[in-house]
């Protein structure tokens, strides 16, 4: 049986990768972004595989017209960030608390039976954690009342192919972008703190497999469970590229710790969907390095 999904920032690295996992399941997808055209959307997933609308999350009338009728919510959108948004901390409360209790209240008022809401491992203090965990506790408040279903996923260090270059440094992009370049690699701190790498048509795969099982409970981790250094990320790109070494250290940016140790706990997840099935590290990022190599020539 076919769904009908919408997908709140559709067009966006992670939302994009959720759109086209429920276009391979056959499902009816709607996605709805402020930068949304049926022409940029055709181009993006071929003519005709989705409706896009133009609408902003705060627009709660838009977002009831373009809620009712549909089976699931996927909530892709707001202000991504780092120490960046805490130069910016009113707009980051409104796209990412606001735009969520809007997407949230949205979903009850139509009648949408599941949304899902991605968010983050919740280890720093900066503007955009305060943000999420914010939201989370929404998304909680939301499920105990019974109003709707959310489901709340903690993405790890997500990469791929379309994975934007800036304005917030994400770390593949930027790595790609500098080696392209010819530059050394930027690395903050002494590189020994661990990030937890996974390809974003997984996520979204693992996403979508959430959704479907009913679950609503604690926010779960998801990544790979397996922890890599930033200097083993930083040699697999050099390494890839040809190069030997080159690299440069970096403060640490405000509310980072050095040597923080994240790698997702992937038990409770397993529980939800059984067997986790995780793309090869090394051959997607040869294809995601690639694609950052021809749009850099």
């Known amino acids: 049986m076919t769904a009908k999904a919408v997908v709140v920032g559709g067009l966006g690295f992670l939302g994009a990768a959720v759109v086209r996992e429920l276009i391979g399941r056959g499902d009816a997808v709607v996605v709805l972004d402020r930068a949304a055209s049926q022409a940029a959307a055709d181009r993006r997933f071929g003519t005709g595989a989705v409706q896009a609308q133009c609408a902003d ?25 780092t120490s960046e948004l805490n130069d910016d901390m009113f707009g980051a409360i409104d ?31 900066n503007s955009y954690t305060i943000t999420k965990v914010a939201s989370e506790d929404f998304a909680r408040l939301y499920n105990e009342r019974g109003d709707v279903a959310i489901a709340c996923l903690r993405y790890f260090n997500a990469y791929g192919p379309e994975q934007a270059t800036g304005p917030v440094q994400k770390l593949i992009p930027t790595f790609a972008l500098q080696a ?18 996974v390809f974003a048509p997984d996520l979204a795969r693992i996403t979508v497999d959430v959704m479907r099982s009913g679950w609503c409970g604690t926010p779960m981790d998801c990544g790979r469970g ?34 923080t140790r994240l790698v ?8 939800v969907v059984g067997d986790l099935r995780f793309t090869d590290w090394m051959p997607s990022l040869a294809t995601t390095l690639e694609w950052y190599r021809a749009q850099c020539g």
């Open 57 to 81: 999350m705060l627009d709660r009338p838009a977002l009831l017209r373009h809620f009712r009728g549909a089976d699931e919510i996927y909530h892709f959108g707001g202000r991504l960030g």
């Open 226 to 259: 397996v922890a890599l250094t930033v200097n083993q990320v930083a040699a697999a790109v050099n390494a890839h590229f040809g190069r030997n070494g080159a690299i440069r250290h970096l403060p640490m940016r405000e509310g980072e710790v050095p040597r």
């Open 264 to 271: 997702a706990d992937v038990a409770p997840l397993r529980t």
């Open 95 to 125: 796209a990412n608390i606001t735009g969520a209790v809007s997407v949230f209240d949205a979903a009850v008022r139509s009648d949408v039976g599941r949304v899902f809401f991605p968010s983050k491992p919740n280890v720093w203090l």
């Open 180 to 197: 392209t370049r010819g530059e050394p690699l930027g690395i903050f701190g002494d590189g020994e703190q661990t990030v937890d790498m």
